[in-house]
Structure formats: structure tokens, C-alpha cells
């Protein structure tokens, strides 16, 4: 009876959409994951989560690492690392497949980024492109002195704005022997071009926008932010964008995460409007997949990278026929997709 029930359930939760989704609710676990499915104790036996710390430039960095099932630190084991989404935490989307990696046999690292979530820094929310591809780094460096885990077998996976910086990332730090991408966002191109290149015709305003923002934080004025939002249901059905329409509906209500926020200092888009994840993009000449769902109004950004990747012949763009963006963070076939794509190509790669 309660394997029907349960079987019912998926069933119910698979034909939803991003905005009918199941909340996830980080209260109601020890850790304070907030993704469906989530570990909520360590058992013998199955896959652990073991929250730790480390030092990154002189801050706090606090991550979480999964150990596959019958883990034994005398043994050795290829390793994943997993870098979050924009505004997101190890505890959401990041958190879920790290987790499932781990049911792979992956030992798997998840962290929050500098100056934001749980880790150190201040001001709060900075999102520099140099400070997260950092990030990344640095989560190498601390999981490979991490029991059990095979250095030589180690693996990067980037989600939406994670995916950009872990493409950027991937380039120069070679300990990554192969780099896979989900719902890849170039957050570079984005700050700088807007969305769908939607707001080409500012760009100069902004940037005469972030000067300013700058120059008031280093007088010793308030710190400025962008993105921040407080959006009534009304203001979300009007964004312009699904992304963004569902986004919201995810990071706010179904998967939300106190640690988690859409705000940045406004001093960033300095930073963030001269990047670009595709630049030097031919450095990459380890094995790439690119997830992408095939109804994501960010695919563009996907289908723009592969093609520049052209220090490395073993590439692939994998298309979740029917997912939109924020749809492979959580809806289980395009998940259970997504982790079944990934655990082929580590498997080869690693």
C-alpha cells in the first residue's frame, strides 16, 4: 500500500509544472536542504552528508560533501565537484545533485559561495566573476585532501550561473578532467546584454549606474543592491521571461532557502559586465557536456558556447526534450534525465 501511494505521488509530482510545484521545506530537515528526497539523517550504509568548513582567501567557506554508499576512506573513489546557481545555495538544486552523484558512487562537494549563503565575507551578495570561478577552485583544492578521494578522477558540474563560472574555471584548472554544465548561464553576457540580449540599448546607463555604486561604497556610503526582489504574484505573472517567472515561484516559495537571495551589490555589474564565460572558452580540452532543456528560454547560451569549445573534440550538447530551465533543478524525469546523462559521461571520463 504505501509503495502504491508512493508510486501515485511521483506520478502526481512528475506532471507538474514549476509553478504547481511541491515545496521543499528546509525546516523540516536537520540540514536544512530544500530539495525533495533530501538525507535527513546519516546512516550506515547509504549515502552521508557531512557539512564542513575552510578557509578561501582568508574567509569561511562553508560547503557540504556526500559520500557514496558504503563509503570506506581507505578506499578511493572519482570525485564531482558541484558549483551552484546564481543566487542559489548548496543546500537547493546543488545539493540535489551532488546527492544523487553520491548515489552514483561520486564522492560529491557542494559550497556556498564567498560573500554569500552561509560563507564569509562582507558586504553580503557580492557576485564577481573572479571571486566565484575562485570558488570553484577552492573547492578542489579542499576535496582533494578529503579521505577516499581520487584526485586524478576528478570531475566539475556548473549549474545555470555555476555552469558559466565552472566553463570559465575548467579552462586553466586542469585537476578537472572532464566538466559538465546544466541550464548553463552566462552571467557576464546577461548583466552586460540583458536577458535575451534584451537591453543592449543601456548598457552604458548601467555601467555609469555601477561606477557610482562603487564609488559610494569606497567614500564609505551605503552599499547598493540589484536584483533584490519583494514581487507580489501579479508583478511575478508580468515578468517578461519564464526564467524569471519560475525562478521566483522556485528560489521564493516551493525551494526557498533563507541563505538564498537574488540580490547583488550593484558595485559587481563592474566585474560582471566585462565578463564573459565563452571567453578563452578554447582552453577547455577536457571531455564537455552541456545540459540544456529544449523549451529553456536560456538554451541560447548553450547552443552559443559548444561551438567556441574548440580546444577539445570530445563535446555534447544534451537537450531534455520538453524541460524549461528552472524545470531540471527539480521536475524528477528531467533530474533523473539529466543524473542518468551525467553518470554515463563521468563514468567514461573519470
Not at 575552510?54 to 570525485?79: E, F, R
Not at 578532467?177 to 546607463?205: E, P
Not at 533563507?258 to 547583488?264: G, H, M
Amino acid at each position: 500500500m504505501k509503495n502504491t501511494l508512493k508510486a501515485t505521488f511521483m506520478s502526481a509530482l512528475v506532471g507538474l509544472s514549476a509553478g504547481e510545484a511541491l515545496a521543499a521545506d528546509y525546516k523540516k530537515n536537520p540540514f536544512t536542504l530544500a530539495y525533495d528526497g533530501a538525507i535527513s539523517k546519516n546512516e550506515p550504509g547509504k549515502v552521508n552528508i557531512h557539512p564542513v568548513s575552510y578557509k578561501l582567501n582568508g574567509l569561511d567557506i562553508a560547503a557540504n560533501v556526500y559520500t557514496p554508499v558504503n563509503y570506506d576512506a581507505k578506499k578511493t573513489y572519482p570525485t564531482v565537484v558541484v558549483a551552484h546557481p546564481n543566487g542559489g545555495v548548496k543546500e537547493q538544486v546543488a545539493g540535489l545533485y551532488a546527492q544523487r552523484l553520491a548515489e552514483q558512487g561520486y564522492i560529491t562537494i557542494t559550497a556556498d559561495a564567498a560573500y554569500q549563503g552561509a560563507s564569509g565575507g562582507q558586504p553580503r551578495s557580492i557576485d564577481k566573476p573572479a571571486y566565484r570561478i575562485e570558488d570553484i577552485h577552492g573547492m578542489a583544492d579542499f576535496i582533494s585532501q578529503f579521505a577516499g578521494v581520487d584526485d586524478k578522477r576528478m570531475g566539475l558540474l556548473g549549474i545555470c550561473g555555476g555552469g558559466g563560472y565552472s566553463l570559465a574555471a575548467a579552462q586553466t584548472d586542469k585537476r578537472f578532467k572532464s566538466l559538465a554544465t546544466v541550464s548553463m548561464f552566462n552571467s557576464g553576457r546577461v548583466r552586460r546584454n540583458g536577458y535575451n540580449d534584451s537591453q543592449m540599448d543601456s548598457i552604458q546607463q548601467r555601467l555609469q549606474q555601477a561606477s557610482a555604486a562603487r564609488a559610494q561604497e569606497a567614500a564609505g556610503g551605503a552599499v547598493l543592491y540589484s536584483g533584490d526582489a519583494n514581487l507580489t504574484d501579479e508583478q511575478i505573472a508580468k515578468l517578461p521571461f519564464e526564467l524569471y517567472r519560475q525562478g521566483y515561484e522556485y528560489y521564493w516559495k516551493t525551494h526557498a532557502h533563507p541563505n538564498s537571495t537574488f540580490k547583488y551589490t550593484t558595485s559587481s555589474l563592474i566585474d560582471l559586465m566585462r565578463f564573459d564565460a565563452t571567453d578563452h572558452i578554447e582552453l577547455i580540452n577536457q571531455p564537455l557536456l552541456m545540459i540544456a532543456g529544449s523549451k529553456a528560454d536560456s538554451l541560447y547560451m548553450t547552443q552559443d558556447a559548444l561551438p567556441k569549445a574548440t580546444g577539445t573534440t570530445d563535446k555534447e550538447v544534451f537537450i531534455l526534450d520538453g524541460a524549461t530551465h528552472i524545470e531540471t533543478y527539480w521536475v524528477p524525469r528531467y533530474v533523473d534525465a539529466a543524473i542518468g546523462k551525467l553518470t554515463t559521461f563521468y563514468a567514461r571520463t573519470l
